[in-house]
């Protein structure tokens, strides 16, 4: 996976966003860099805290805010309410959120992606880049 690349460079992401290198930051980090899911602001510092019991609420939301800002991670609020976080270096996919359980999945679809280039072409557009969130409920 392309989060390989960061994962032995936490401290180095920390100083590239202007961060001062502690050990509480470090853990925020590598809690995003290994979430597999988009956790929320309370739910990183749950897990920083499980690494490092240290780790301040202040200091989870002031890191987050600054690595969002430097396009570190990208932020999601998927039901419009809680802030979601995602580290951007991960391949491109969409989002189908599940509007009963909260759930979020992730999707890659060929013919999505295609009919979106077809699209920005139709209007002499390149696509930089896109965002796709599907709200479902199952289906009966
Ligand atoms: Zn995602």
Redesign the pocket.
């Known amino acids: 996976m392309s989060t390989k690349f960061f994962i032995n460079n936490e401290d180095q992401i920390l100083r590239d966003t202007g961060l001062r290198v502690t050990k509480q930051r470090l853990a925020i980090v590598r809690v995003l860099f290994e979430a597999e899911d ?1 956790p929320d602001a309370e739910q990183v510092l749950a897990r920083a805290r499980e690494r490092d019991a240290s780790v301040s609420q202040a200091t989870t939301y002031r890191t987050l805010a600054a690595l969002a800002e430097k396009g570190v991670l990208q932020t999601h609020t998927f039901d419009g309410g809680v802030t979601r976080y ?1 580290v951007s270096n ?1 391949p491109h ?1 969409d ?1 189908l959120i599940d509007i009963e359980t909260g759930d ?1 999945m ?1 999707f890659v679809s060929e013919e999505i992606e295609r009919l979106q280039r077809r699209v920005a072409a139709e209007h002499g557009y390149e696509i930089v880049a896109h965002r796709l969130e599907l709200y479902c409920r199952k289906a009966s």
């Open positions: 988009h995602e991960r996919h989002h979020v992730e």
